[in-house]
């Protein structure tokens, strides 16, 4: 289960409607003038051709650098003069210079008008120490014990993807983890987590009414930490039991993908203030290794059972929680959206369905690895033979 639902989304005034690619290109290929110029009197370096997508994982230079967006706290607030910064806060928003000593924030950038000179900003370049393989360690969690009253199909998912070997059953490695041993098919059962701090069961959210999964995953993350066997393996993928993924589409997507020495993750859903959303999680292996071996400190300096803006969005569950504890531990992030097309993520909708939160999407010609959410088997299956093809 995921807590994306509680995730707030960015207010800062829309510049126009726009597909999940389109205008974002324009304002990629403007940061990469930007990165080009700021490095034009130290180094001479080669730019890769921007990709069509809205994110920082396209702005790469050849020279060992990458792009990473630093922490939410330490960028630009959507409406603040982004140019000290060189970096916006929110998920999707990039910082464009629109006049002398200005910078804004923004989705995408038009120039001329209200928008000024629409200079593109260097971004925060890291040295890349590795470009992983492909090799990835995939893990769901199933919850017998939802809190609600409202019947869970997510065995009967894991158990439907079982035995077609499809979503993480088709990894390299993969663990399902659960509170409880149930079966998967072909003598493969959950590996049960204990809750030993007796935080499984202290908070529900707010609309679902299912208890926050903050304090079982903590278990799931040492368990997986104690077992090893993400160690042998370039990339910690965590996918909900309903969201329709593809392994092979995400190593495609990930093929060219650098990794600096403090490791990266890859935020989901963009014009939000956090956008690492729980349907599908992308580690690098050591932004896993630094999240689990901190799990203590993040797990007391994090006020995670209050949650971000003193609570107003309640507490925080496992996705955010990961992604805030990174953030404190200085793993860098990047933008990547076009790994899911999630019903949960408002950006992913459709025209007139934004603000439905219980849009789902359709599946046919859709290519992104990850599809999100069928929460019953009938729909699940239906999905899975539409997008297999696209």
Same mark, same amino acid.
């Given at each position: 289960?995921?807590?994306?639902?509680?995730?707030?989304?960015?207010?800062?005034?829309?510049?126009?409607?726009?597909?999940?690619?389109?205008?974002?290109?324009?304002?990629?290929?403007?940061?990469?003038?930007?990165?080009?110029?700021?490095?034009?009197?130290?180094?001479?370096?080669?730019?890769?051709?921007?990709?069509?997508?809205?994110?920082?994982?396209?702005?790469? /230079?050849?020279?060992?650098?990458?792009?990473?967006?630093? $922490?939410?706290?330490?960028?630009?607030?959507?409406?603040?003069?982004?140019?000290?910064?060189?970096?916006? &806060?929110?998920?999707?928003?990039?910082?464009?210079?629109?006049?002398?000593?200005?910078?804004?924030?923004?989705?995408?950038?038009?120039?001329?008008?209200?928008?000024?000179?629409?200079?593109?900003?260097?971004?925060?370049?890291?040295?890349?120490?590795?470009?992983?393989?492909?090799?990835?360690?995939? *893990?769901?969690?199933?919850?017998?014990?939802?809190?609600? +009253?409202?019947?869970?199909?997510?065995?009967?998912?894991?158990?439907?993807?079982?035995?077609?070997?499809?979503?993480?059953?088709?990894?390299?490695?993969?663990?399902?983890?659960?509170?409880?041993?149930?079966?998967? /098919?072909?003598?493969?059962?959950?590996?049960?987590?204990?809750?030993?701090? /007796?935080?499984?069961?202290?908070?529900?959210?707010?609309?679902?009414?299912?208890?926050?999964?903050?304090?079982?995953?903590?278990?799931?993350?040492?368990?997986?930490?104690?077992?090893?066997?993400?160690?042998?393996?370039?990339?910690?993928?965590?996918? !909900?039991? !309903? $969201?329709? *993924? *593809?392994?092979?589409?995400?190593?495609?997507?990930?093929?060219?993908?650098?990794?600096?020495?403090?490791?990266?993750?890859?935020?989901?859903?963009?014009?939000? !203030?956090?956008?690492?959303?729980?349907?599908?999680?992308?580690?690098?292996?050591?932004?896993?290794?630094?999240?689990?071996?901190?799990?203590?400190?993040?797990?007391?300096?994090?006020?995670?059972?209050? /949650?971000?803006?003193?609570?107003?969005?309640?507490?925080?569950?496992?996705?955010?929680?990961?992604?805030?504890?990174?953030?404190?531990?200085?793993?860098?992030?990047?933008?990547? *959206?076009?790994?899911?097309?999630?019903?949960?993520?408002?950006?992913?909708?459709?025209?007139?369905?934004?603000?439905?939160?219980?849009?789902?999407?359709?599946?046919?010609?859709? +290519?992104?690895? +990850?599809?999100?959410?069928?929460?019953?088997?009938? $729909?699940?299956?239906?999905?899975?033979?539409?997008?297999? &093809?696209?």
């Amino acid at each position: 289960m995921s807590d994306s639902d509680t995730l707030l989304t960015v207010d800062a005034g829309r510049q126009g409607p726009f597909g999940r690619y389109g205008k974002i290109a324009a304002m990629t290929s403007a940061l990469l003038m930007a990165v080009v110029a700021a490095a034009a009197t130290s180094t001479m370096i080669t730019i890769r051709a921007a990709l069509p997508r809205g994110d920082e994982h396209s702005i790469t /230079g050849l020279d060992q650098m990458i792009v990473v967006k630093p $922490a939410y706290e330490n960028c630009a607030q959507a409406k603040d003069n982004c140019l000290i910064k060189r970096c916006c &806060a929110p998920a999707g928003y990039n910082c464009f210079k629109t006049s002398p000593g200005t910078g804004k924030c923004m989705r995408a950038c038009t120039p001329g008008g209200l928008n000024g000179t629409c200079e593109g900003v260097a971004p925060h370049m890291k040295q890349a120490v590795e470009q992983p393989g492909g090799s990835l360690f995939c *893990f769901s969690v199933y919850t017998e014990n939802t809190g609600s +009253s409202k019947t869970s199909h997510e065995l009967e998912l894991l158990q439907l993807q079982h035995k077609s070997s499809a979503s993480l059953f088709s990894c390299a490695e993969w663990a399902v983890y659960s509170d409880v041993v149930a079966p998967l /098919g072909g003598g493969d059962v959950t590996i049960k987590v204990d809750d030993v701090k /007796g935080d499984f069961h202290l908070m529900k959210r707010k609309e679902a009414k299912t208890w926050i999964n903050t304090g079982m995953f903590v278990q799931v993350w040492t368990a997986i930490h104690n077992a090893g066997h993400y160690k042998n393996h370039n990339w910690v993928i965590k996918v !909900d039991a !309903d $969201a329709v *993924f *593809f392994p092979y589409k995400l190593v495609n997507v990930l093929r060219d993908v650098a990794v600096p020495a403090q490791g990266i993750y890859l935020e989901n859903c963009k014009f939000v !203030d956090w956008g690492y959303f729980g349907n599908l999680e992308v580690f690098s292996k050591q932004a896993f290794e630094t999240l689990v071996t901190n799990l203590d400190r993040c797990y007391s300096e994090l006020p995670w059972k209050v /949650g971000v803006h003193g609570g107003k969005y309640g507490p925080m569950g496992e996705d955010l929680f990961a992604q805030k504890c990174m953030d404190l531990l200085e793993v860098g992030r990047q933008e990547n *959206f076009g790994l899911t097309t999630d019903g949960a993520c408002e950006a992913d909708r459709p025209e007139g369905q934004t603000k439905n939160k219980k849009y789902v999407p359709t599946c046919a010609g859709v +290519s992104t690895p +990850s599809i999100h959410p069928f929460k019953k088997p009938e $729909a699940y299956e239906q999905c899975l033979q539409e997008a297999v &093809a696209a």
